[in-house]
Each structure stands twice: as C-alpha cells, then as structure tokens.
C-alpha cells in the first residue's frame, strides 16, 4: 500500500503563485506515475498534471490544457515526493487538490481518476 501526503494549500490572490507537495510512503516502488487533481465544490474531479516516477532518468510529463504554462510538476526521487508549482492562479483554480499515484505511466490517462489507485487526503487552495 502507498500512502499520501499533501501539504502547501492555502490562500492567495489573484495572479500569484503557491507550491503544493506530496509526499509518498509505504510501496512506493510499485508506483510509476504521481498525479495532480482538483475538484472545485459542485464539479467533477479534474486531473492537471502528471509525472512518471520510478523510471531513472526518463522524464514524462503531461497537463491538462487548462492549466499548460501555469503549472509545472516536478519529482525528487530522493525524497519520494512530487511538487506542483502554480502560478499566475485565477479564482477558477480553487478547489480542492488532491495527490493520486498509479501503478503504470499513461501519459493524458494519468489524469482519469481510474487510472489511479492512491489517494491523498487533499489540500485546499482559495484563490480570490
């Protein structure tokens, strides 16, 4: 089993920018891809970034358009953990987000819920 942990959330205005992290534990071998969620009250869960881990010096990347330019997700191998910087942040990215690992690399099906089979407990991020 592998176990999530995110931190960073908060509140900002508009225009500026906030760094989340996730860090992982337990069987985290077994995992090949980290992926950023978010859901926003009274909307669908929505996957915005994903990064292959556990592959050496191959590195992947995959965003969702809405947020392509605005947020980079980055791993440190060393410390089991993903980040997501964001910037230039817009009332519409508050939501809750949420750190998802999965035990393949997909590439855009990093970001479909199904896809995963770890969750975080999330993060929340208040943009106004």
């Known amino acids: 089993h592998v176990q999530l942990v995110e931190s960073g959330g908060g509140t900002v205005q508009t225009g500026e920018s906030l760094r989340l992290s996730c860090a992982a534990s337990?069987?985290?071998?077994?995992?090949?891809?980290m992926s950023w969620f978010r859901q926003a009250p009274g909307k669908e869960r929505e996957g915005v970034a994903a990064?292959?881990?556990?592959?050496?010096?191959?590195?992947?990347?995959y965003y969702a358009d809405s947020v392509k330019g605005r947020f980079t997700i980055s791993r440190d191998n060393a410390r089991k953990s993903v980040s997501l910087q964001m910037s230039s942040l817009q009332p519409d990215d508050t939501a809750m987000y949420y750190c998802?690992?999965?035990?393949?690399?997909?590439?855009?099906?990093?970001?479909?819920?199904?896809?995963?089979?770890?969750w975080g407990q999330g993060t929340q991020v208040t943009v106004s």
């Open positions: 990064i292959r881990v556990n592959s050496g010096t191959t590195y992947n990347t």
């Open positions: 998802a690992a999965a035990s393949g690399w997909g590439g855009s099906r990093c970001l479909r819920s199904g896809f995963n089979n770890y």
């Open positions: 337990g069987a985290t071998g077994s995992t090949y891809s």
